[in-house]
């Protein structure tokens, strides 16, 4: 078992080899020549236990500890200060706690309730250019768009740059040429562009604020002073690589799973109420966020294993969605599947704060499919990234038939 080798991750997420996993204790996974910083870890793949080390953030935490010097939610280490301990979600409490209680108005079901008929009709005007191409990428002409028109709004982003960003998150987050951990010059020069754009769009919010999550960042204050600029440069790549990657992934594997699960799509087209229970089992079947780590902060125990302070520990949210124990026949795709208590979206105190922007979004492209399209016919395999962080797609070429008179 090699979890740091991305070439396993090629064709997606390995479900036979995490099957055999959850069948034993948390393991200890040895470093091998893939493997950042040299270093073994643990792995935790059955839903109780990663249920139990997500809730316990004291023992298990997002930043870093335990004499570490470095930290994060990723198996390599981020540096502390850098981005453990300053990105939203590589912070524990109290800091994270009202750093968090900060944005969560912005992003809250209320807030988002006045975007439900913008979303809509962004998402309808996305499918029906699509279905006018015929034959499009899904991924790039309808997946990737919404959530990108949505996370630029929400941020106050010029609609006309968001291409750019998407290019730049693209090419940090993608590992086609190189190992985890490890950065070129195509990355480091993404990076970089990224972040003088954060550096400006930053200042503009600063001189002139909108109504947006930004501003809100940038005038707000945590522990009765403003965030840091570091702090708020590291919110805008975390919002623009959280809001524009998982999204589009969920929905575009959740199309491959419609495709590949006919008497789904056709149960769903008939009785489109059925949508609410497809998104939840859409998000536990692609769990697009395959793993998190934590960092152990005191000697504990953890289902058997015995855990040292500092040693790394990796959550699978996309294992403990496929454990038996709480998913009746686990790997059956049943959009009717009630009750569904998945981890895609993680839990305890770093919950994702996008779920219900996520599942908006999930809603709006998904009625929208089932108003304007008939058929979905692949015209080649789709390309999957190479990669253990997301599990997703770059492109997935299809044939749309449009819902037309006479057709159902
Ligand atoms: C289907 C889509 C999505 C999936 C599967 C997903 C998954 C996750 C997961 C598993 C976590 C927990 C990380 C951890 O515990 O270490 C998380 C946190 C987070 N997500 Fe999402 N996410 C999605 C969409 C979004 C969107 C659309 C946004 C924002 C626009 C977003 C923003 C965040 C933020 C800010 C956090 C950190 C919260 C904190 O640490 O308090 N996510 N997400």
Redesign the pocket.
């Given at each position: 078992m090699d979890l740091t080798d991305l070439d396993l991750f090629a064709d997606g997420f390995p479900h036979p080899l995490f099957d055999e996993l959850r069948g034993g204790p948390v393991v200890w996974h040895e470093p091998t020549e893939h493997t950042p910083g040299g270093e073994g870890f643990w792995v935790v793949t059955r839903y109780a236990d990663v249920l139990a080390a997500?809730s316990d953030p004291a023992v298990f935490s997002?930043a870093g500890g335990g004499g570490r010097a470095g930290g994060g939610?990723l198996i390599e280490d981020l540096p502390a200060g850098f981005a453990a301990g300053v990105?939203?979600?590589?912070?524990d409490a109290p800091r994270?706690t009202r750093?968090?209680r900060l944005?969560a108005p912005c992003?809250s079901p209320r807030a988002l309730h006045a975007l439900r008929d913008d979303l809509q009709a962004r998402a309808d005007g996305i499918v029906r250019a699509a279905v006018a191409k015929g034959e499009c990428d899904l991924l790039v002409d309808v997946a990737a768009e919404l959530?990108l028109q949505?996370?630029a709004h929400?941020l106050g982003v010029p609609q006309e740059d968001r291409h750019r960003l998407l290019a730049w998150a693209n090419t940090t987050l993608d590992h086609a040429d190189r190992d985890l951990g490890e950065s070129t010059e195509r990355t480091r020069a993404a990076a970089a562009e990224m972040s003088a754009y954060g550096t400006a769009l930053l200042a503009r919010k600063r001189a002139d604020p909108g109504d947006d999550l930004l501003s809100v960042a940038v005038h707000g204050t945590v522990d009765g002073g403003p965030l840091t600029e570091l702090e708020q440069q590291m919110?805008f790549h975390?919002?623009i690589a959280?809001?524009?990657e998982?999204?589009r992934?969920?929905?575009a594997l959740g199309v491959q799973a419609l495709i590949d699960h006919p008497s789904a799509w056709h149960a769903l087209k008939a009785d489109p109420s059925l949508l609410p229970s497809a998104i939840e089992e859409i998000?536990r079947w692609?769990?697009?966020?395959p793993y998190?780590?934590?960092t152990v902060t005191r000697p504990t125990t953890l289902n058997g294993a015995a855990l040292s302070p500092g040693d790394k520990i990796t959550?699978w949210?996309a294992s403990a969605n496929r454990d038996p124990s709480v998913f009746p026949a686990p790997h059956t795709f049943d959009i009717t599947r009630t009750p569904n208590p998945h981890?895609?979206?993680?839990?305890?105190?770093?919950?994702?704060?996008?779920?219900p922007?996520?599942?908006l979004?999930?809603h709006a492209l998904l009625t929208s499919f089932l108003t304007h399209i008939t058929a979905l016919t692949p015209t080649a395999p789709p390309t999957f990234t190479r990669t253990n962080k997301h599990t997703g797609l770059r492109h997935m070429p299809v044939l749309l038939t449009p819902t037309g008179p006479g057709r159902a």
């Open positions: 997500a997002s939610t990105l939203l979600n590589m912070m994270h750093f968090r944005l992003l959530p949505a996370v929400l919110l975390l919002l959280a809001g524009s998982t999204t992934n969920t929905f998000l692609t769990s697009t966020t998190n780590r934590r959550l949210w981890l895609a979206f993680g839990r305890g105190p770093h919950f994702c704060l996008g779920a922007l996520a599942r979004e999930l």
